[in-house]
């Protein structure tokens, strides 16, 4: 009992001590995020009068009313900023140059290492952006004159931490195909602009249709962000939340399994020379 408590305590030493080297990587490059940052406001402009365009004939559409649908996307491309992930390069440099020669010496895994900085990094971007975001939904629930739900706030919470973990573990996965393959750059932003369509980042999943959307329920890439907006923009039940909740837990499940799997069958193919 004590040798398991032992190795708890020093896995957790080693998270925190690499989850240290995220937040110092995440400041030194805190100019990087604040430029994409700038990208938001230009995104939800143009997307007003496109929107504005939809709407000067109907109240409603997609189950959306104009209001909600601009709080959407600009809830949306916050949290799509936050949770994205960007360490796909690195780690395909690492497999194509060698890089991986050093984590061989180092008493912790790749996986558990790229998972620490990950989150590390992510600490200050979801402080920053966790304000700018509760501005934006008390402004919400002010305008709606509704009073927002502490089950709902605390779904809405766990569903931003579910999509941490859904991004990391889809993306890694798909990083060890660096092993087969020499060049993946192209790949990587395309499956980033995929994503972000199929995860709802630009606009709402409603827009492709009842049947659809009712399909996307059983894929991870809707809880990435369509989920949680509508989690806090009261667009589904919460019966429906507590669903989505589960359904996500599930994904991550089995994608951090796919990932731990996959990773371990394809760094076999690892040449230590590199290249």
């Known amino acids: 009992m004590q040798s398991g408590d032992y190795m708890i305590e020093q896995v957790f030493k080693k998270f925190m001590k690499v989850s240290s080297l995220g937040i110092q990587q995440s400041l030194e490059y805190r100019t990087d995020f604040f430029v994409s ?27 959306y009313s104009f209001n909600q649908m601009i709080f959407y ?25 060698g890089g991986l020669n050093k984590y061989i010496v180092i008493p912790m895994s790749y996986t558990l290492y790229h998972f620490s900085k ?41 569903s ?13 996965t798909l990083a060890a195909l660096c092993f087969y393959f020499h060049e993946l750059g192209y790949f990587f932003m395309a499956l980033r602009l995929i994503t ?4 709802g980042a630009l606009f709402p999943l409603h827009i492709f249709g009842k ?5 996307m329920k059983f894929l991870p890439f ?27 837990f599930v994904w991550i499940l089995i994608l951090f ?7 371990k069958t394809s760094s076999n193919k690892y040449i230590s020379a590199g290249g």
């Open 37 to 63: 940052l700038i990208s938001v406001p230009i995104i939800v402009v143009v997307q007003y009068y496109f929107w504005k365009a939809v709407y000067t004939n109907s109240n409603e559409v997609f189950t």
């Open 73 to 97: 996307i600009l809830t949306a491309q916050l949290i799509s900023k936050v949770v994205s992930s960007g360490f796909e390069d690195e780690i395909q440099h690492d497999i194509k140059n």
């Open 211 to 215: 049947e659809a959307f009712e399909a």
């Open 196 to 199: 972000g369509v199929a995860s």
């Open 222 to 248: 809707m809880y990435m962000i369509n989920f949680p907006v509508n989690i806090i923009y009261e667009k589904i039940s919460i019966s429906d939340t507590i669903f989505g909740v589960l359904t996500s």
């Open 118 to 158: 990950f989150i590390g990094g992510k600490l200050l971007q979801t402080a920053l952006v966790g304000t700018i975001l509760s501005f934006i939904i008390v402004s919400f629930y002010l305008e709606t004159g509704n009073q927002i739900e502490l089950n709902r706030l605390v779904l809405f919470i766990l």
């Open 160 to 172: 931003i931490i579910n999509a941490f973990l859904l991004t990391f573990s889809f993306y890694f």
């Open 257 to 263: 399994s796919m990932m731990i799997l996959v990773w």
